[in-house]
């Protein structure tokens, strides 16, 4: 059984850095799409970085430049680097893994609407200007 368990987030200045970490145990799958997606206060659900198990990386333009997505595949955890940090990054982070996904233009196109089979529990940002 695959589990996906998140850590970091928090509360940081406009301009800060926070770094999020996600590892899927009990993932076997040689493929693999995972991307975090954030849902802001009133706002749909948004994909913001994703990475494939081939390597190709994706990333929101609303986030280009300033986030940095990254993977320990020894540790099976992948990380979300994020600087500069602005208060409309205020949302809850969702870490999201799928085998098939991979196949599919829906992880570089950082579609939220794909139906990702597993999902972490979230970690909220929060930045106060």
């Known amino acids: 059984q695959v589990q996906v368990l998140q850590s970091g987030g928090g509360s940081v200045q406009s301009g800060g850095s926070l770094r999020l970490s996600c590892t899927a145990s009990?993932?076997?799958?040689?493929?693999?799409?995972m991307t975090w997606f954030r849902q802001g206060p009133g706002k749909e659900r948004e994909g913001v970085a994703a990475?494939?198990?081939?390597?190709?990386?994706s990333y929101a333009d609303s986030v280009k430049g300033r986030v940095i997505i990254s993977q320990d595949n020894a540790k099976n955890t992948l990380f979300l680097q994020m600087n500069s940090l602005k208060p409309e990054d205020t949302a809850v982070y969702y870490c999201?893994?799928?085998?098939?996904?991979?196949?599919?233009?829906?992880?570089?196109?950082?579609?939220?609407?794909?139906?990702?089979?597993?999902w972490g529990q979230g970690t909220q940002v929060t930045v106060s200007s």
């Open positions: 999201a893994a799928d085998p098939v996904a991979f196949f599919a233009v829906a992880c570089m196109a950082l579609d939220s609407n794909w139906p990702y089979a597993y």
């Open positions: 009990g993932y076997t799958s040689r493929t693999y799409c």
């Open positions: 990475i494939d198990s081939d390597g190709r990386i």
